[in-house]
C-alpha cells in the first residue's frame, strides 16, 4: 500500500483546512486508517483513527470537536477535516493504515500502522 497525503497549508487560527490521503491497492476497505502528527520537537502523535472492523472513530482529546476523519472506500481516500484551528496544531500531519485486527487502544499508538505517507505541512498563524 503507497499512501499520498495532501492537503497541508498556512491557515489562520479558526480557519479551516482537509486533509486527503489518497491510498494504493485494492483492499482499501479492510485497513485501518490513522492521521498522525508531529511537531517540531515533539514526538508523533496520533490525531485520529478509524478502525476498519468496526467502524469506529477516535480522536485525540485536543481535537474531539474540531476535527473529523472519514473515509470513502469508492475512491480509496481517507480525509481529515481541521476546523477552528490553532497554533499548536502546526505540525507536519501523516496517514497511516494497518491491516489486520488489534485492540482498540493499540490503533491508538503508531505500532500497527504498516504503511505511512510522507507527510504533508500544517502551519497555523496567530
Known amino acids: 500500500v503507497q499512501l499520498q497525503a495532501s492537503g497541508g497549508g498556512l491557515v489562520q487560527a479558526g480557519g479551516s483546512l482537509r486533509l486527503s490521503c489518497a491510498a494504493s491497492?485494492?483492499?482499501?476497505?479492510?485497513?485501518?486508517m490513522a492521521w498522525f502528527r508531529q511537531a517540531p520537537g515533539k514526538e508523533r502523535e496520533i490525531v485520529a483513527a478509524t478502525i476498519w472492523s468496526s467502524g469506529t472513530t477516535y480522536y485525540t482529546d485536543s481535537v474531539k470537536g474540531r476535527f473529523t476523519i472519514s473515509r470513502d472506500n469508492a475512491k480509496n481516500t481517507v480525509y481529515l477535516q481541521m476546523n477552528s484551528l490553532k497554533p499548536e496544531d502546526t505540525a507536519v500531519y501523516y496517514c497511516a493504515a494497518a491491516s489486520g485486527y488489534h485492540s482498540s487502544s493499540y490503533y491508538y499508538t503508531p505500532f500497527p500502522y504498516q504503511y505511512w505517507g510522507q507527510g504533508t505541512q500544517v502551519t497555523v498563524s496567530s
Open positions: 491497492g485494492r483492499t482499501f476497505s479492510s485497513y485501518s
